[in-house]
């Protein structure tokens, strides 16, 4: 028994040396499981620091052409959200700027509008804003609503303080019940602190599923074939060469933890709420379980542009069923469980409740669960699949001579 657990220790640190080695001399594999994952997180971190658009250009187009028209005008260019960039004569001069792209949104001061405040009447200020465009549309008309909203209630005031009202008064009368809105997590509504946090999740999954299949597609493409070497043939052999390969990706992805998490978290100033252990405690699990799909998933690669044509075919699907850009409530159940095949899944809303929320054990106690069964599962369909394929290339006389 001694002989048989030495032999197998043994066994996986050769397969440990023999797959860390790999790794450092194929330059593809060192872009996609390194480099990517400091050049990604740079390039959507630096697009997207400055969390929200600011000063986005409209065109006011003042049909009124007075005073309370122009103060109007001015408290939506003193939004930190807008810029009024242009404030043609009509309504066709503002819609050539709109099609040509010089402004992305469209105010209009309708004729009369001083005259009906004096009166005590309404008017309406039209927003043209581009639905097809999300950030742009909810920027300009939140924008707006916040404009008009001031100034209609500045109206308002001023009317009930010619009454004899104070200030506070007017105030109260002007909006009886106050709302008191508390923002949590991304007080800004950045868009940087929304999406990086799940995005660098989707990329250690993906950069890994990769490159396990780049280097065994590679084997397999040279005829090495080391991922079935004849000594996993031996009764318990495929355990420890499955062990030694999914350790060296487990070392290197450690390293990748520690660049994403920390290094990338602190430059960007990304929400971190989250105690080292919760997060740890879904971190290691989640890599476990990727390892060991992405061994399995190398199995069936003949070649090595295989995994990258199969993992990027993927990735579009896998992103949409993190919840990240719909929410998983509204997703049908068959295809979230479809998506629950993935890690990812099950990881990208954990990390964010820890991370970004605080949450603690008591609150992601199941995802731990899920993703421990997920990694048990891949672990033993790592071993079925790398021994039916060793089987396949003992056959064909494709293995080593080691």
Excluded at 91 to 97: G, N, P, R, S
Aim: aromatic content about 12%; charged content about 15%.
């Amino acid at each position: 028994m001694k002989n048989y657990i030495k032999s197998g220790l043994i066994l996986t640190g050769q397969t440990f040396q023999r797959e860390f080695t790999a790794i450092i001399k194929d330059p593809g594999a060192l872009l996609i499981l390194f480099l990517a994952l400091i050049i990604y997180p740079i390039i959507y971190g630096i697009a997207y620091k400055n969390e929200v658009l600011r000063d986005l250009k409209v065109a006011v187009v003042d049909l009124d052409r007075t005073a309370t028209s122009r103060t109007l005008s001015r408290m939506i260019d003193a939004t930190a959200d807008l810029h009024v960039a242009s404030r043609p004569a009509s309504m066709a001069e503002a819609e050539a700027l709109f099609y040509s792209g010089e402004v992305h949104g469209v105010f209009l001061i309708p004729e009369g509008l001083e005259k009906a405040m004096m009166k005590g009447g309404q008017s309406v200020l039209s927003v043209y804003c581009d639905a097809g465009y999300f950030l742009m549309y909810k920027q300009t008309l939140s924008a707006a609503m916040k404009s008009s909203g001031t100034f209609g209630a500045g109206v308002e005031i001023k009317r009930y303080m010619a009454r004899g009202k104070t200030v506070d008064e007017a105030m109260a009368m002007r909006d009886p019940v106050s709302i008191k809105t508390v923002t949590l997590y991304n007080p800004q509504g950045g868009y940087n602190s929304f999406v990086l946090p799940g995005l660098l999740i989707v990329l250690l999954q993906q950069t890994l599923l990769i490159g396990i299949g780049l280097l065994g597609g590679t084997e397999r493409e040279a005829g090495r074939a080391r991922f079935a070497i004849p000594r996993s043939l031996t009764r318990g052999g495929v355990v420890p060469i499955v062990c030694g390969k999914a350790f060296a990706y487990l070392l290197v992805y450690i390293v990748n933890l520690i660049i994403t998490q920390v290094w990338v978290y602190h430059w960007y100033k990304l929400p971190n709420l989250g105690g080292f252990f919760p997060a740890i405690a879904l971190a290691l699990p989640f890599l476990v379980a990727v390892i060991f799909l992405g061994i399995a998933l190398s199995t069936f690669f003949e070649k090595r542009e295989h995994s990258i044509l199969f993992v990027v075919f993927l990735s579009p699907v896998i992103m949409f069923l993190t919840g990240l850009s719909w929410p998983v409530s509204a997703i049908p159940g068959w295809l979230d469980t479809i998506g629950r095949i993935f890690p990812t899944r099950t990881m990208v809303t954990a990390w964010i409740r820890v991370r970004t929320m605080g949450a603690d054990f008591q609150h992601i106690k199941a995802d731990i669960a899920e993703l421990l069964l997920q990694a048990l599962v891949y672990f033993i369909l790592a071993i079925v699949l790398y021994y039916l394929a060793a089987r396949r290339l003992e056959k064909s006389g494709d293995t080593d001579s080691e």
